[in-house]
């Protein structure tokens, strides 16, 4: 099973994550899932996390996708359709 580092840029200082997930889509889920959870800590502490970043490298350090948080509360799309940013790989590589 393929193992993604998720990297969390937020208003504080979040250390990253290695996971072992199924593929690449599950890997974004995931990382969409967290950023909801992260998104409501953040709103009933008082700070706007539109501004909030994760990034998901895979096990080479190759940055594979970027979830915006802005882009899940962004004007309604299809469910499931949120916008997300996906580098291409080798593009830019994290250690």
Do not use: C
């Amino acid at each position: 099973m393929p193992k993604f580092r998720f990297e969390f840029i937020e208003s504080t200082a979040q250390p990253a994550i290695q996971v072992d997930m199924e593929n690449l889509d599950a890997a974004k889920a995931e990382a969409k899932r967290a950023a909801k959870e992260a998104m409501l800590d953040g709103i009933v502490e008082g700070v706007d996390p539109t501004s909030w970043v994760t990034k998901i490298y895979d096990e080479a350090g190759y940055l594979v996708a970027t979830i915006g948080f802005q882009d899940l509360v962004a004007a309604p799309q299809a469910v499931g359709q949120a916008h997300e940013q996906t580098d291409e790989p080798g593009v830019i590589r994290s250690g």
